[in-house]
């Protein structure tokens, strides 16, 4: 079994920080650790392209030790692999504004404050202004990822045929 996930580019940690500053102001105090998903996850037939996840006290402990991050991280965000690479750079700062509008940050609570919150509709009222220019631009991504899953496997598929051949 190989390892799943995988750490993400500089580039990709860069673009979070900027989506981070100019659109989540109250998560200016929150850890995030993002790492690349080698692995397709799907959700009602549909490609998984980024999650979000909260820390518990068991990962904020065992991550309480890396650089920046005293207290461990506060959340999680995955990205898959494949479709952030095939990704521009206007989709990727969409897919991960969309991830951080699932955080919430709790004024009240002063053990955790930083909370999840499930959409409001298949996404978030906030988003559909931003992303008017292509309201559906997740439908879209996900099919061209799901293609790109869909080819490597009809390419695996191709390759054991060759040697199957060879063989007999
Ligand atoms: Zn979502």
Redesign the pocket.
């Known amino acids: 079994m190989g390892i799943r996930y995988e750490e993400v580019t500089k580039e990709a940690g860069k673009l979070l920080d900027e989506v981070q500053i100019k659109y989540f102001p109250e998560l200016k105090n929150a850890k995030i650790i993002m790492l690349f998903d080698l692995k397709k996850r799907s959700s009602g037939g549909r490609v998984v392209l980024g999650r979000i996840m909260k820390t518990n006290d068991l990962l904020r402990h065992l991550t309480k030790n890396e650089a920046e991050a005293v207290e461990g991280y506060d959340y999680i965000v995955t990205l898959d692999k494949q479709g952030w690479n095939a990704m521009g750079n206007d989709d990727k700062v969409r897919l991960l504004r ?2 951080l509008r ?1 955080t919430y940050y709790d004024i009240e609570s002063e053990s955790n404050p930083y909370k999840l919150i499930d ?1 409001s509709i298949t996404d978030f009222y906030e988003e559909v202004e931003l992303n008017k220019d292509d309201p559906r631009w997740r439908e879209r991504l996900a099919t061209v990822v799901g293609d790109i899953y869909e080819q490597q496997k009809e390419e695996r598929r191709q390759e054991k045929n060759k040697k199957r051949k060879k063989k007999g």
């Open positions: 969309h991830e699932h959409h």
